[in-house]
């Protein structure tokens, strides 16, 4: 852009198309008006690297695309956990699980129970699911299509909805 104040409101006049972008990424209100403030910022302070007559709006949702992935890639970076232990005992720990509280462990018993009423064609890739297993290995273990699991998955996880609608 040619000058200052004409760069600022440009910067300024996308932060509607900022916002709505950045909730599509994050899903998450709060971490979408971090996500704008950190790509508005980004972007008036590299300023010397637009280039004139390039796509304005485009270079704006590049920034707030490349800060998200890069916070996404920190955060899980933060949150993977190495274990040192000879035995790697850790690795199959979780760090929170619902069960925890009172209220977690009867929703876990319960829904452990509604699931035992599933057919076994359902109930056994579903468990191995929220296992932790991946489809493909579910489908090697049980000897299933690649496909047929995923869809046993998603209606077994669709009828727990039903089933639990009112649970809230």
């Known amino acids: 852009m040619s000058s200052k104040p004409t760069f600022i409101s440009s910067v300024l006049g996308m932060q509607p198309n900022l916002r709505s972008f950045a909730l599509k990424l994050t899903l998450n209100k709060d971490e979408a008006h971090d996500l704008v403030q950190d790509t508005t910022l980004k972007a008036l302070s590299n300023e010397d690297k637009f280039v004139d007559n390039a796509n304005f709006k485009g270079w704006m949702l590049t920034i707030m695309r490349n800060i998200f992935i890069n916070n996404y890639r920190k955060n899980v970076r933060e949150n993977t956990m190495v274990d ?81 609608k009112d649970y809230r």
């Open 84 to 164: 040192t232990s000879d035995d790697l005992y850790q690795l199959n720990l979780t760090q929170e699980t619902v069960s925890d509280t009172p209220d977690g462990a009867y929703a876990v018993n319960e829904i452990s129970e509604i699931l035992k009423g599933f057919p076994a064609d359902y109930r056994e890739p579903f468990s191995l699911h929220v296992a932790g297993y991946k489809y493909e290995e579910i489908a090697e273990v049980l000897s299933m299509p690649l496909g047929t699991v995923k869809s046993r998955i998603f209606f077994t996880r669709k009828r727990l909805r039903e089933i639990l």
